[in-house]
């Protein structure tokens, strides 16, 4: 694994080539697809989007996912009546938030020696996994994900969050490969805008704080990868990718780290640690 730090702190990602083995894939596309195989619909068809407006921002679904394994789905898989129009596993948006706690296989890759040896590079002294999601970007219905920063929802202070992000299969533009403004995450988190948790006498809401940005979509660069690449992403990093239009799946595995020994984790986040500690502690976790 070449050394990657210089691109990263100039660019706000980076990519590495075959963080992943053949191998290591295929275990885990099998046991992501015995977790939906074992999933009840009937229990789980809620649809995801990340478009402000058809958020439903008082789902506790959504709200209360991030100590359990929950299953998204695409708004095209979808009618109006609420009824699934394809197999379960090829309406799926993603599963989240807490695979890298309760998934044998994310586990292990989630707590990898590379994982820590690049959390090291980076100076993270106390790196924490919140966030884990099996992504799948369906052929013909892959939605596409809107431009923004991870720190709005995501949100430490100061901000040290960093993604990682690993293409299952080849990612291309056709199949909505990542977006980056190269550069962007030296800007600070534009316009204040978060995402944050509001307490009411019926429970939580989330509601948007900020103004919301608009970026030039001229700025944008495609970042095509192969399958078993990991694409390390800044927290403050400008990325979208678009939607899924050709016949291939776009599957990657994704999780979130911030570094809780020299940042404080915002407790207006929709995130927030449980009883059932699935914040782990990188360096400490035994997978």
């Not at 210089?6 to 099998?30: A, H, M, P, Y």
């Not at 994900?145 to 056709?174: C, K």
């Amino acid at each position: 694994m070449e050394d990657f730090l210089e691109r990263f702190q100039n660019d706000g990602f980076c990519v590495i080539d075959d963080f992943l083995t053949r191998e290591d894939i295929n275990l885990i596309k099998k046991e992501c697809e015995e977790i939906v195989q074992r999933m009840s619909l009937s229990d789980h068809l809620t649809i995801f989007s990340t478009h402000e407006h058809h958020i439903n921002l008082r789902d506790d679904y959504f709200i209360n996912s991030g100590d359990k394994i929950r299953f998204f789905f695409e708004e095209k898989a979808v009618n109006d009546k609420g009824e699934l129009q394809v197999e379960k596993h090829l309406g799926l948006n993603k599963i989240g938030h807490a695979l890298h706690f309760f998934s044998p296989t994310l586990r292990k890759v989630t707590h990898s020696d590379k994982v820590k040896s690049i959390m090291r590079r980076l100076n993270y002294e106390d790196p924490v996994v919140m966030q884990s999601m099996y992504i799948f970007k369906q052929p013909f219905i892959g939605g596409e994900v809107a431009p923004h920063q991870d720190g709005s929802y995501l949100y430490t202070e100061p901000m040290r969050l960093v993604g990682f992000w690993i293409a299952l299969d080849n990612a291309s533009v056709e199949n909505g490969c990542l977006h980056f403004i190269p550069g962007s995450h030296k800007n600070g988190l534009y316009q204040n805008y978060r995402l944050v948790r509001q307490s009411l006498s019926s429970g939580t809401n989330l509601i948007y704080e900020g103004e919301k940005p608009n970026y030039d979509p001229n700025k944008f660069v495609a970042v095509p990868v192969r399958k078993g690449s990991l694409v390390l992403i800044d927290g403050l990093v400008v990325h979208r990718s678009d939607e899924n239009r050709s016949t291939q799946s776009r599957h990657a595995y994704a999780f979130h780290l911030f570094d809780a020994g020299n940042s404080q984790w915002s407790n207006l986040n929709w995130l927030q640690v449980s009883s059932s500690d699935t914040f782990t502690h990188l360096y400490n976790f035994s997978a």
